[in-house]
Nanobody
Framework: QVQLVESGGGLVQAGGSLRLSCAAS???????????MNWYRQAPGKQRELVAV???????NYADSVKGRFTISRDNAKNTVYLQMNSLKLEDTAVYYC???????WGQGTQVTVSS
C-alpha cells in the first residue's frame, strides 16, 4: 500500500509562484518500485490533464502549457516529488494531483487558485 500526500497549494496572484510537494509513504518496497512520478491537474468542468512527469533517474517531460514555467523534481531519499510553478496564470487554477506510474497511485489533490 502506498499513500501520496500533496501539500503547498493555495491562493496566489497571477505572475506569482508556488511549490507543491508530494510525499510518498507506505510499503518501502512499493514506494521504491515506482518508476515515474507525475503531476496532473483538473480545472472545473475540464478533464484531468497530465502536467509533468519525472522518471526515477530524473528525466522529465511537461505539457506544452507549462513548459518553461513549471519544474518537476524528486528527492529519492525523501520519497518526495516537487512541482515548482512560476509565472502562474489564471488558467493554471485547478486541483493538482500527485500520481505514481501514471495513475497506479493517487494523492488526494491540492487546490491551486491563481487570482488577477
Amino acid at each position: 500500500q502506498v499513500q501520496l500526500v500533496e501539500s503547498g497549494g493555495g491562493l496566489v496572484q497571477a505572475g506569482g509562484s508556488l511549490r507543491l510537494s508530494c510525499a510518498a509513504s507506505g510499503s518501502i518496497f512499493i514506494v521504491k518500485s515506482i518508476n515515474t512520478m507525475n503531476w496532473y491537474r483538473q480545472a472545473p468542468g475540464k478533464q484531468r490533464e497530465l502536467v509533468a512527469v519525472i522518471t526515477k533517474i530524473g528525466s522529465t517531460n511537461y505539457a506544452d502549457s507549462v513548459k518553461g514555467r513549471f519544474t518537476i523534481s524528486r528527492d529519492n531519499a525523501k520519497n518526495t516529488v516537487y512541482l515548482q510553478m512560476n509565472s502562474l496564470k489564471l488558467e493554471d487554477t485547478a486541483v493538482y494531483y500527485c500520481a505514481g506510474n501514471f495513475g497506479s497511485y493517487w494523492g488526494q489533490g491540492t487546490q491551486v487558485t491563481v487570482s488577477s
